[in-house]
């Protein structure tokens, strides 16, 4: 066993500054009896507190979604039609010159709306069903297994918000791919023509499966990801008290690790993206679509949408944390350490959470896979870098030196 003053010392380096209103809350917490994730954290997570998260989540994704209508637009089209639209700018120029510049605006109202809705639910469920799960961990392996229960809270939170985004979807992905004259372009006029045919578009729900697919790995990359560049950053770049550092500086570390957390987010959703846009074409099922663009097909449009997608998951988080921070809500800090933690020669309780990850985002597009095929060289060399990102191996010998 390592000596007590090891011990202390690893603690205080790994553990979070608090500030005297979160030493306040986690004394009335303890006095209260038994351990609850709810007030281990400078502001109480109260029913108020969710519901702020909530209508945080609505600014957040509602209006960066709006803002990268056009950016959709092409996107979709170049998925659906790859043989025209080719490429991001050329899709912008030839559907303004067939169109008008209206035409890269198509359905703004439907995006505005549902992902207004699927924020509201995907951000103050997160916030739920992060403090839910922990509550059931227990003090200890809530943190030693947090990657778990971001994975577990990102999960469980978008199962609700893609079932309020699924019929909006379908309605946004119809009026921005059909061409000119073939579809109503009006918001409740297109509502209307989806309802009255719903043997071949499916409306509301048919896209739900597929929807699921796409965004429960994309919100799992969003919330896990973000989480561990945000600890990675406060670890290693930024190792002053949180405190000590400027409102600018925290919401700009939001910013950069909302960034990197969307392009991974990109990657991983990307087959069940172009699936989604494709059914919105006729009445195939994504079986029949993925057999017909084969393993390769899937990843048209990818460039187009790493740039949308880390753009916008960066700008989501930055509204995210300056909502709260605007309504006292605190910015977006490392997971609170709550007891002394013994120095280890390998992270392996991380190493659980990365490899569980890994296979997650894996066997959740398994259904439009039929051939199952083992982790590729570069597959298996991308999260080898993405472990030690988090964990580098600077750490790793520090351990073993604490140990020995």
Known sequence: MAPKAVLLASSSKLAVPRSTAEKKVMAASVTKGAWDAR???????????YLKCCLGGVLSCGLTHLAVTPLDV??????????????????????MAEEGAAGIWKGWLPTAIGYSLQGCFKFGLYEFFKDFYSNIAGEEASYTYRGVIYLAGSASAEVFADAALCPLEMVKVKVQTSPKGTFPTEFFAALSAMGA????????????????????????????????????????????????????????ITFASGYLAGVICAIVSHPADTIVSKMSKGNKTAGQILAELGPM?????????????????????????????????????PFPIPFPVPPCSFPLSHLFTSLLFFRLSRLSIA????????????????????????????????GRQEVG
């Open 297 to 333: 097909g899937v990843w048209g449009g990818l460039g187009t949408r790493i740039i949308m997608i880390g753009t916008l998951t960066g700008l989501q988080w930055w509204i995210y944390d300056s909502f709260k921070t605007a309504f006292g809500l605190g910015v977006r800090v």
């Open 197 to 252: 045919d719903k043997v071949n578009t499916k409306f509301p729900f048919g896209s739900l499966v597929p929807l699921w697919s796409r965004q429960i790995p994309y919100t799992m990359a969003k919330f896990f990801f973000f989480e561990k560049v945000v600890e990675a950053f406060y670890t290693h770049v930024f190792t002053a008290p949180k405190e000590s550092y400027g409102k600018s500086t925290q919401l700009g």
């Open 367 to 398: 259904p439009y896979f039929p051939i199952p095929s083992p982790p590729s060289s570069d597959s298996l060399t991308t999260y080898f870098c993405s472990f030690f990102l988090f964990f580098p191996p600077s750490d790793l010998r520090a």
């Open 74 to 95: 092409a996107k979709c089209n170049m998925q659906v039609a790859p043989e025209k639209f080719k490429g991001l700018l050329p899709s912008i120029k030839l559907i």
């Open 39 to 49: 007030y281990q954290h400078a502001v109480p997570h109260t029913t108020d507190y």
